[in-house]
């Protein structure tokens, strides 16, 4: 099966270990970083939504400004806007792009966050919600004649949109979210389900869960495709690899001061309880899945990581993808330098060994 590599860019130049510095959207490092994952060979950037930061859209359209084949998976929180204007803006930076858009929804895993733009909806109704948007999104990208819509969220008369997607028969649709319910309208609409760096039993458990639920859908569970989140760290040696892990958890915990190890998970948020209940089970799992992040930060994004050469990470992933994982969203805790070093040591030997066993197990 094909392997996909996402990274990630933001409009800044920071992270768990590099505290935010000089202007908030900062375009010539939007620039460079996006370049630079384009060298490396990703096939796409992950481009995250936040109450309180720049517009992932207009950050996208930049970076596809300054790049000519990288794609875009732009992090995308139904509810503030229009389905069928939504529709329309990803179908216009598609054509714009060339091609390379890409939606990834979520529908919000922290209430005190999405009341700052004003939405007051529980989890489950953001998730109801979310199911209606994306079909009327999809429903949008491909009619061929104007359509009418009565539903709970939204009523729309007589749209028909001009601008279609580049790309057919739409964008593609990549969905985040844990919960039942959120499997559930994944199994519904999403072309490649995202979840986060889980250990390897976790994660076979919720491949089989969206399969499943896909089953119940009457979709064929073999048309769904899986995306996981991991942080790789890699150095020359193992035992220079996990000096460095040890010097990122360090530097995390004087960043945080009095308040490292005492956060916890987003409330609502299953993704986040289950990457701390992996982190509770040990500071690492399996064959080298380190916890610590998760644990010292609340695991309020993807904060997993696999440490080791690039041999020995290349081959836990190839672990994952027998589970039938064939996206992998990579970042670093050095974005940037990261990003280029996953390009020249781990990128090339996860497609090497993909070439040589193209069929993962969970698909055979």
């Known amino acids: 099966m094909a392997i996909e590599f996402i990274g990630m860019i933001a409009s800044e130049a920071k992270s768990e270990i590099h ?134 969220y939204y009523q729309v008369e007589n749209q028909f949109a001009r601008v279609k997607p580049l790309q057919k028969p739409h964008i593609p649709i990549y969905f985040g979210g844990s919960s039942d319910l959120a499997i559930e309208f994944a199994a519904k ?17 919720t491949i089989a869960r969206v399969r499943a639920a896909c089953v119940r859908t009457g979709r064929n569970p073999d048309t769904i495709r899986f995306s996981l989140s991991m942080r790789p760290v890699l150095a020359a040696t193992e035992e220079a690899a996990w000096q460095r892990a040890g010097r990122i958890i360090e530097r995390i915990r004087d960043l945080r001061g009095k308040d490292a190890g ?65 996206t992998f969203l990579i970042r670093g805790f050095d974005p940037l330098d990261d990003a280029t070093d996953y390009g020249r040591h781990l990128l090339p030997l996860v497609r090497a060994a993909v070439a040589r066993d193209p069929v993962s197990v969970a698909a055979e």
Do not use: C
């Open 19 to 152: 505290p935010a510095q000089g202007p908030v959207i900062d375009p010539d490092y939007i620039a460079r970083f996006a370049q630079a994952h384009e060298a490396a060979g990703f096939e796409r950037v992950l481009i995250a939504h936040n109450s309180s930061d720049a517009d992932a859209v207009l950050v996208a359209t930049h970076a596809a400004q300054h790049t000519k084949t990288l794609g875009f998976m732009i992090a995308h929180r139904p509810g503030f806007i229009a389905p069928t204007y939504a529709a329309r803006l990803f179908a216009t930076f598609d054509v714009f792009s060339g091609g390379r858009g890409g939606i990834h929804v979520i529908s919000g895993g922290d209430s005190v966050e999405q009341r700052r733009d004003g939405d007051f909806l529980s989890h489950e109704e953001r998730y109801r919600r979310t199911d209606e948007y994306v079909g009327l999104l999809r429903q949008t990208w491909t009619a061929e004649a104007p359509f009418s819509h009565q539903g709970h």
């Open 189 to 205: 609409h999403a072309d490649i389900y995202a979840f986060w760096g889980e250990t390897l039993d976790q994660a076979r458990d």
């Open 262 to 326: 005492k956060v916890n998970p987003k409330p609502e948020s299953i993704g986040s309880k289950r990457l701390m209940d992996a982190a509770a089970g040990g500071k690492v799992r399996d064959k080298r899945l380190w916890t610590e992040v998760a644990a010292a930060v609340g695991a309020g994004s993807n904060t997993t990581s696999l440490v080791g050469t690039p041999e020995q990470v290349a081959e836990s992933l190839m672990e994952y993808y027998a589970l039938g994982v064939t």
